[in-house]
T-cell receptor
């Protein structure tokens, strides 16, 4: 019950289009869901997170939605730009740990 | 502030050799973590610590040991390196506002380890 499934593994969009990445989990005790962005050759950095007492959170062009009943959460990026190209990881808490999905490589074509 | 630093940045080992990776943070964080990152596998937690003098196993602890003798340092040891341990290793740290990893993890720059 600790795994996080993340889809798709790769995503290619045209600049200006939207991108959506989805994660599913099975541990009903999880209540914290962060998203990290990792640019090529760089370290992962937190871009947004959500706790289970809210269903949606937005920060400029990025938003995260959470459906705790269905046990899935999604990252939405609108008006994509070339600098959004990176690998994105979803995560969830499990005790004192975070477990991460396998990552999505997003490519934004100019 | 330097944030989270890791040494070394790169290392090549032969099978059976040992080494220690050092992680240091200057943010007075309680929680520290060691992850490995393999292609297509995301970030997998090796070991973590919730405070000075404590350590705990993560998802993939076999073949690794850790120590947290000082709050600012978290050491990852490989006693007898194997080719399967070829990976990029990331250290991270975070505040703790009570139990659980509910706060941003700040990652180090990574260590690229190759075991021949």
């Amino acid at each position: 019950g600790e795994n996080v499934e993340q889809h798709p593994s790769t995503l290619s969009v045209q600049e200006g289009d939207s991108a959506v990445i989805k994660c599913t989990y099975s541990d009903s005790a999880s209540n914290y869901f962060p998203w990290y962005k990792q640019e090529l050759g760089k370290r992962p950095q937190l871009i947004i997170d959500i706790r289970s007492n809210v269903g949606e959170k937005k920060d400029q062009r990025i938003a995260v939605t959470l459906n705790k009943t269905a046990k899935h959460f999604s990252l939405h990026i609108t008006e994509t730009q070339p600098e959004d190209s990176a690998v994105y990881f979803c995560g969830k808490n499990a005790g004192n740990m975070l477990t991460f999905g396998g990552g999505t490589r997003l490519m934004v074509k100019p | 502030n330097a944030g989270v630093t890791q040494t070394p940045k790169f290392r090549v080992l032969k099978t059976g050799q040992s080494m220690t990776l050092l992680c240091a943070q200057d943010m007075n964080h309680e929680y520290m973590y060691w992850y490995r990152q393999d292609p297509g596998m995301g970030l997998r937690l090796i070991h973590y610590s919730v405070g000075e003098g404590t350590t705990a196993k993560g998802e993939v602890p076999d073949g690794y040991n850790v120590s947290r003798l000082k709050k600012q340092n978290f050491l990852l040891g490989l006693e007898s390196a194997a080719p399967s341990q070829t990976s990029v290793y990331f250290c991270a740290s975070s505040y703790s506002w009570g139990p659980g990893p509910y706060n941003e993890q700040f990652f180090g720059p990574g260590t690229r380890l190759t075991v021949l």
